[in-house]
């Protein structure tokens, strides 16, 4: 691991330890970033990489595989591969931005990829199998089985990084509104210098398992977003599952 992550990781864990949390409980970190068309700069500069790897810091002081899931969201979700300690340096060119199974540069939805997130964590994704008819699986039938998390039990912190509004609020606040049942807290993450995100602000308001953070730009240093999402509120969440 090279020093610039570890270096991050102690700028994490002096932040959490300043908050009261000097040993954060186990939980699963799941990150879905936004790849609408207004993102293209971010992602072409380099600025989205270097918040997946201030992210992966800090994820890695919970997640005791050293790796955090990642999604991405423009009006369509795509799951990209996970990001490890061993295999950040370029992670965002190689597995977003070059993956042609990735989805890209469209309009902004929430719901779809939240959605995606919880069905990893705890519902349970989705899967075609083919089942044995009489005469073997050549003539079976198609059916549809769901493959459930054997972690369902371990607590989820999901981050939505997002520069933009949302057009499927209604569809958005369902999605997050059902996650309220499940062991799990939204950080919503907004960089931009647009002055309010009022759907986020009040999803956040409203429900006990997210949080809101307005940043104004990319370019921030580690110390500053550290010291942005890691609020006292998520503390608390946290405190509770040490």
Not at 15 to 43: F, H, N
Not at 141 to 157: F, G, L, Q
Request: with cysteine; glycine share 6%; charged share 25%.
């Amino acid at each position: 691991m090279a020093n610039g992550l570890i270096d991050l990781q102690k700028k994490a864990s002096i932040i959490l330890e300043k908050k009261g949390l000097p040993k954060p409980p186990i939980c699963r970190v799941g990150l879905a970033l936004d790849v609408s068309g207004s993102m293209m700069d971010e992602y072409r500069a380099g600025l989205v990489q270097t918040t997946v790897e201030r992210l992966l810091a800090y994820a890695s002081k919970f997640d005791d595989n050293g790796e955090m899931e990642v999604w991405t969201f423009d009006h369509r979700a795509s799951e990209a591969p996970a990001v490890s300690l061993n295999d950040y340096v370029g992670f965002v060119d190689r597995s977003i931005v070059k993956n042609d199974a990735v989805a890209k540069w469209g309009s902004t939805h929430y719901a779809e990829v939240a959605n995606m997130m919880l069905d990893h964590y705890f519902r349970g994704k989705q899967k075609q199998v083919k089942s044995k008819g009489l005469l073997g699986s050549l003539f079976g039938r198609k059916e549809t089985v769901v493959e459930k998390s054997s972690d369902t039990h371990i607590p989820a912190m999901l981050f939505l990084v997002t520069d933009g509004e949302n057009a499927d609020q209604g569809e958005s606040r369902k999605v997050f509104e059902e996650s309220a049942q499940f062991n799990a807290y939204w950080q919503l993450v907004a960089i931009s210098n647009q002055p309010r995100f009022e759907f986020l602000e009040k999803v956040a308001n409203d429900l006990d398992n997210a949080g809101f953070v307005h940043m104004p730009s990319f370019k921030m240093s580690e110390d500053q977003m550290y010291e942005a999402i890691i609020t006292n509120e998520v503390v608390d969440w946290l405190k509770k599952r040490a």
